[in-house]
T-cell receptor
Framework: NAGVTQTPKFRVLKTGQSMTLLCAQD?????MYWYRQDPGMGLRLIHY???????AKGEVPDGYNVSRLKKQNFLLGLESAAPSQTSVYFC?????????????FGPGTRLLVL | KQEVTQIPAALSVPEGENLVLNCSFT??????LQWFRQDPGKGLTSLLL?????REQTSGRLNASLDKSSGRSTLYIAASQPGDSATYLC????????FGAGTRLTVKP
């Protein structure tokens, strides 16, 4: 099992450009999450999904969109990147609600917006 | 809103020392508390999960405790090793999930 994988590992964008981050899991998990991690701060939830075809907003959803067309994939999109979106992005998944059990994390995508 | 604090932000100890990492929180209405390990440039790995009805959990050299009344959790690492060097984060599961900023641990040979 590969677990949770993320593509790409690192990306540099110019302000206003768009991009999509891909998360894939092979554990048949229903729940998937996108977080961002900034220096000196804990992880913050951007969006999450409780199953194929469903998405919901997290703590910091502005400037991001997501899609869960297939159960194993969760995409995070930036339509018009801003320097404030420079961060490390983590995807995670779990069988049930993350409030009830542990999550499995991907290795992260480091994004720099100039 | 739940606030989670981890102090100190960084800690350096010699190999073999027993150590305690601290996590404090403001809202005791939680489902569980988890401790994660994060290696540089990597994702988070779950170490221990304590349900709200439990007081502690143990795994190998790690022991985590939970005291909801005082809003505190500790992660005890026995006989620390250089391989324990990493950032340790706590996360509270309640109405939402809140992560601490982490304690960066360095264990020197």
């Amino acid at each position: 099992n590969a677990g949770v994988t993320q593509t790409p590992k690192f990306r540099v964008l110019k302000t206003g450009q768009s991009m999509t981050l891909l998360c894939a899991q092979d554990m048949n998990h229903e729940y998937m999450y996108w977080y961002r991690q900034d220096p000196g701060m804990g992880l913050r939830l951007i969006h999450y999904s409780v199953g194929e075809g469903t998405t919901a907003k997290g703590e910091v959803p502005d400037g991001y969109n997501v899609s869960r067309l297939k159960k194993q994939n969760f995409l995070l999109g930036l339509e018009s990147a801003a320097p404030s979106q420079t961060s490390v992005y983590f995807c995670a998944s779990s069988y049930t609600d993350r409030l009830q059990e542990t999550q499995y994390f991907g290795p992260g995508t480091r994004l720099l917006v100039l | 809103k739940q606030e989670v604090t981890q102090i100190p932000a960084a800690l350096s100890v010699p190999e073999g020392e027993n150590l305690v990492l601290n996590c404090s929180f403001t809202d005791s209405a939680i489902y569980n508390l988890q401790w994660f390990r994060q290696d540089p440039g990597k994702g988070l790995t779950s170490l221990l999960l304590i349900q709200s009805s439990q007081r502690e959990q143990t795994s190998g050299r790690l022991n985590a405790s939970l005291d909801k009344s005082s809003g505190r959790s500790t992660l005890y690492i026995a006989a620390s090793q250089p391989g324990d060097s990493a950032t340790y984060l706590c996360a509270l599961g309640g109405n939402d999930m809140r992560f601490g900023a982490g304690t960066r641990l360095t264990v020197k040979p």
